[in-house]
């Protein structure tokens, strides 16, 4: 069904009464939106289907908006994908050495470290401040090397998973609550070129078998919020390798301090800190004995 758009300009006090009339008189309420401007109050308001004026006006006789609506000049709005409209409207985002772009901007991305995500169902296209601070953290972190295994825990969209499978190492295990948000990450992965190099598992914190399996983690990555993160805490100190580092993040500057120090009282050092429109990214390492996960254990008697 086509959209018509009808716009008004009139007072502020005439504006709220053809509000709320059209909103008790109308079924479908149509949409309407108000903007100030040096003339007056502009009501925008959007049908569904082509009104007819006269028949509006009659539905308010009794008021003197009424002859607002007599005179009403429609026009129709245009068919537009607004998918494929937020998708172009999506800037690309540079962390270190990582460009994270949606598929419109593909001819742009000619780096290494290059990441291909669309907006969708799940959380993680680099523009938010946690999101960016993770990546910064992997680029640090790739530039030093000795990543051989990591988890990224509570994956969304798969974006770190997918960073870390290029810049980092090439065993990474993937999880998330929500089985939405693993099939969203397992598709950018295969866009990405690197599901051989990721598993991804739809799993509540540390409890799938898969990541005692993997674990000791060189790598815990986790960009959640910061009561579960100290929830977590004694299970990730578990699964972390000697001299293994953890990115948290999903943390407000005001979190930071105590996310930071429950980790320091198991053992974790603290490495870093970035702080990003109000967001706070922690990189602690852990030190101790190493020692071996089965997968290694079994591979090491074949």
């Not at 949409?31 to 009501?43: D, F, N, Q, V």
């Not at 603290?270 to 004995?289: E, K």
Request: with cysteine.
């Amino acid at each position: 069904m086509t959209v018509y758009k009808a716009a008004i300009l009139t007072s502020e006090a005439d504006g709220e009464i053809l509000t709320g009339l059209l909103a008790e008189t109308l079924d479908p309420v149509p949409a309407i939106s108000m903007s100030e401007t040096p003339s007056g109050r502009l009501l925008e308001i959007y049908f569904e289907g082509r009104p007819d004026p006269a028949a509006l006006a009659a539905l308010i006789a009794d008021h003197p908006a009424a002859t607002i609506l007599r005179d009403l000049a429609l026009e129709p709005v245009p068919e537009e994908n607004w998918v494929e409209k937020s998708q172009r409207d999506l800037h690309p985002v540079e962390a270190g050495r990582f460009f994270i772009h949606g598929s419109h901007d593909r001819p742009r991305a000619g780096t290494r470290f290059a990441i291909e995500i669309d907006a969708g169902q799940a959380f993680g296209t680099a523009h938010h401040g946690t999101t960016r601070g993770c990546l910064l953290m992997l680029d640090r972190l790739a530039k030093l090397g000795q990543v051989r295994r990591m988890l990224d825990l509570g994956t969304g969209s798969g974006v770190l998973a997918i960073a870390a499978a290029k810049s980092l190492c090439r065993n990474v295990i993937a999880t998330d609550i929500d089985p939405v948000a693993v099939q969203v990450a397992t598709e950018n992965l295969a866009r990405n070129g690197v599901a051989h190099r990721v598993r991804t598992v739809t799993a509540a914190g540390l409890t799938h078998a898969i990541v005692s399996e993997y674990a000791p983690f060189d790598l815990v990555a986790a960009n959640i919020l910061a009561a579960p993160l100290i929830l977590l805490v004694p299970g990730i100190q578990r699964i972390m390798a000697p001299g293994g580092h953890v990115i948290l993040s999903g943390l407000l500057d005001s979190q930071a301090r105590e996310v930071s120090a429950c980790y320091v009282a198991q053992g974790f050092v603290h490495s870093a800190r970035l702080s990003l429109d109000g967001w706070a990214t922690l990189l602690l390492r852990l030190s101790g004995r190493k020692r071996r996960s089965r997968h290694e254990a079994a591979a090491s008697t074949r």
